[in-house]
């Protein structure tokens, strides 16, 4: 059983920045795909950015350009650094991993930008 852990998230000003991290309890080389999902209240879960074990990056249209995806695998960690955040960026944001057909995800943390 993995467990992923989620921290970073609060409420921050249109414009400005915060960095989420997820702790894993395993080593993350044994993870093949992490990721960032988000849901904001009445829509469907949707993808943020995803890094595969070979550092592979990929970004929601939406996101590019504003938020970087990173693995620290001594740390078995990801994290996401998002900058020139926006309104529409407020959602809960969902740390996940993929490890062979297994899909793993945290408890969420809310992210609330104002404007």
């Known amino acids: 059983q993995v467990q992923l852990v989620e921290s970073g998230g609060g409420l921050v000003q249109a414009g400005g920045s915060l960095r989420l991290s997820c702790a894993a309890s395993?080593?993350?080389?044994?993870?093949?795909?992490m990721g960032w999902y988000r849901q904001a209240p009445g829509k469907q879960r949707e993808l943020v950015a995803t890094?595969?074990?070979?550092?592979?990056?990929n970004y929601a249209d939406s996101v590019k350009g504003r938020f970087t995806i990173s693995r620290d695998n001594a740390k078995n960690t990801v994290s996401l650094q998002m900058s020139s955040l926006k309104p529409e960026d407020t959602a809960v944001y969902y740390c996940?991993?993929?490890?062979?057909?297994?899909?793993?995800w945290g408890q969420g943390t809310q992210i609330t930008v104002s404007s």
């Open positions: 996940h991993g993929l490890m062979g057909f297994r899909n793993y």
């Open positions: 395993v080593s993350i080389f044994s993870i093949n795909v």
């Open positions: 890094i595969t074990s070979v550092d592979i990056t």
